[in-house]
C-alpha cells in the first residue's frame, strides 16, 4: 500500500524542485550549525599553520556566524587577533570578547585573550581587572603576574606587589612573580 503517489520528475517542476533543494539545504544548515562551525575553526587552524593569518580570521569570524557560541572559534579569533598587533584587529577582538563574555560569563581563555588584547592597546585598568577575573575563575598564576604588571604600568607598584604575591598564594614555586617581587 503506497501513502505518496509516484510522482515522475516532470510533473514537479524545476522551480519547485530548486525550492526544495534550497529548504533541504537550509534546514541541514540549521541542524549542523554546530558541526559546520568547528570545521570552519579545524579549516582555520590549517590557515594559521600555513601562516596565512587573514584568511584564518576569517574563518574564525565565519565560525562564529554559524555557532556564537563556540568558545573555540571566540578564543583563536581574539588570539590571533592579537598576534597581529594592528590597533583595528586588537579593537575587533575586544568587542567580539566582550559580546561572547556577555552570553558566557567567566569564561577564563576568553577573559586572558581579551585582557592581553586591552594591554597591547594600552587599556592597563581594564587588563588588571580582567586578569584578575580570570584567575577569580580558575586559578591561573600567569594572570595575577600580568594583573601586577598592568598595576605597575599605572603607577601602583603596592597593588602589583599584592598581586604578585597572591599569585604566589596559589602556586608558592612560580618563577615570574618571584622574580617580579625580587625586582620590585
Avoid at 587573514?54 to 557560541?69: E, G, K
Wanted: proline letters at 4%; hydrophobic letters at 45%; charged letters at 25%.
Amino acid at each position: 500500500m503506497r501513502f505518496w503517489p509516484k510522482l515522475q520528475p516532470h510533473a514537479i517542476g524545476r522551480a519547485r524542485r530548486c525550492v526544495l533543494a534550497v529548504l533541504g539545504v537550509a534546514g541541514a544548515a540549521t541542524i549542523l550549525r554546530p558541526q559546520i562551525s568547528s570545521a570552519l575553526v579545524v579549516r582555520g587552524d590549517e590557515m594559521l599553520y600555513m601562516a596565512r593569518t587573514a584568511r584564518a580570521l576569517v574563518l574564525y569570524h565565519r565560525a562564529l556566524f554559524f555557532d556564537p557560541d563556540n568558545a573555540a572559534a571566540a578564543d583563536r579569533y581574539v588570539f590571533v587577533s592579537m598576534t597581529t598587533h594592528r590597533r583595528t584587529a586588537l579593537e575587533d577582538a575586544v568587542v567580539l570578547a566582550t559580546s561572547f563574555l556577555r552570553r558566557h560569563n567567566g569564561n577564563a581563555t576568553i577573559l586572558m585573550d581579551r585582557a592581553l588584547c586591552n594591554r597591547s592597546l594600552g587599556r592597563q585598568r581594564a587588563a588588571e581587572l580582567d586578569f584578575v577575573r580570570a584567575d577569580m575563575e580558575r586559578k591561573n598564576a600567569a594572570a595575577l603576574v600580568f594583573a601586577g604588571y598592568a598595576a605597575l604600568r599605572l603607577g601602583d607598584p603596592s597593588r602589583a606587589r599584592h598581586w604578585w604575591r597572591m599569585s604566589l598564594n596559589e602556586h608558592p614555586d612560580y618563577t615570574p612573580a618571584e622574580k617580579a617581587l625580587r625586582r620590585r
